[in-house]
């Protein structure tokens, strides 16, 4: 069973940093790419970030790039998003997002989310 669990929120003062583990288990985790999003209190959820756990090749929203880095440890499973800077506005809940193919069926899996809240 595919399985994602994110830990590590919490709260922040704005200008302060918050690290995002997201452990991943129950499927090759170095053939597929894991990606951030986020959900803020009456937003939709937007992508934040993803990594491509067998090229570490990086993608980025527009605004947290250059505040926000991905990083991925396959000899663990688990991937990171590295929030610094951290603004009011970045206070959401934050989820961790893969899809597997497991013959031929293409299925995605949530993380349980964390809450993530800057403010001073």
């Known amino acids: 069973e595919v399985q994602l669990v994110e830990s590590g929120g919490g709260l922040v003062q704005p200008g302060g940093s918050l690290r995002l583990p997201c452990a991943a288990s129950g499927y090759t985790f170095d053939d597929y790419a894991i990606g951030w999003f986020r959900q803020a209190p009456g937003k939709e959820r937007e992508g934040v970030a993803y990594?491509?756990?067998?090229?570490?090749?990086?993608g980025y929203e527009d605004s947290v790039r250059r505040r926000f880095t991905v990083s991925s440890d396959n000899a663990k499973n688990t991937v990171y998003l590295q929030m610094n800077s951290l603004k009011p506005e970045d206070t959401a809940v934050y989820y961790c997002y893969v899809k597997v193919d497991t013959w031929g069926v293409i299925d995605g899996y949530w993380g349980q989310g964390i809450p993530v809240t800057v403010s001073s």
């Open positions: 990594i491509s756990s067998s090229t570490s090749r990086t």
